[in-house]
């Protein structure tokens, strides 16, 4: 029963994020903040994962394709469907719940502590627009670090392929454009808009509806995180049933 009255205040906060609307001068102003916040701070972290994951995926597949009858280019080939399918739009959604996530519910947590929130709705301000929806806004640019995370995860199984003496340079290009369905990036990028969505609203709720002081504040992030990682995985499997089967 506390679940349901769970999930019910979620998509209430969902509906009231859009109602009442703060005015467009000091809108621009929270959604530029959150774009330096939640994407341009995340590029460093995102970009520095997937080079590297993108390498060790190279590897891990090299070192399992022995058999002299298997091509090389396979090694390619298999990077770029993992990095492209689930890498890119899961696995950093989930590194990004934990870094962006626990960011939104602490930072709202403690205006909820501070007494900050309660000050908004005096001023007669739709507190839940003022807050949530410019963090919903700096998300739709989500999409943007993805891409990065794309290109440097097969940059990274480039690199790591040539100088691992795994496979050459023109057999790792040649198994990346092998058999590319232009579907999987819509696919992806489509996963990826859900999990924006997920990613600013479910944190966004858990520190919103937060009680208690600085302690709880500390619970509700990491509350947050497991709740926005779980989401994000139920929401991958529904999506990947539905966009690809």
Known sequence: MHYLKQIGSYFLMVVEMFRKPTKWSVMRRLILKDIDDLI?????????????????????TALNIDNPLIPKSLVGFATRQSIILEFAPTFI??????????????????????????????????????????????????PFIISIAMFLGIMGGLAACVFGGYSTYEDFITG????????????????????????????????YFMKG?????????????????????????????????
């Open 40 to 60: 341009i701070g995340s590029i460093g972290i995102v970009s520095f994962i997937a080079f590297f994951v993108g390498g060790v995926i190279t590897i891990q």
């Open 176 to 207: 990346v454009q092998l058999d590319f369905i232009p579907f999987h990036i819509v696919y992806a990028f489509i996963k990826t808009f859900v999990f924006a969505f997920i990613l600013a609203t479910v944190p966004s709720f858990h520190g």
């Open 93 to 142: 959604s989930i590194i990004m719940a934990g870094k962006v996530g626990s960011f939104i519910t602490s930072s709202i947590g403690t205006m909820r502590v501070t007494e900050q929130i309660d000050a908004l709705e005096v001023m007669g301000i739709n507190s839940i627009n003022y807050l949530v929806f410019p963090k919903f806004i700096a998300l739709t640019l989500y």
């Open 213 to 245: 002081g600085a302690l709880e504040v500390g619970q509700a992030s990491t509350t947050s995180f497991v709740w926005t990682s779980v989401t994000i995985i139920l929401l991958n499997y529904v999506l990947t049933q539905i966009l690809l089967s």
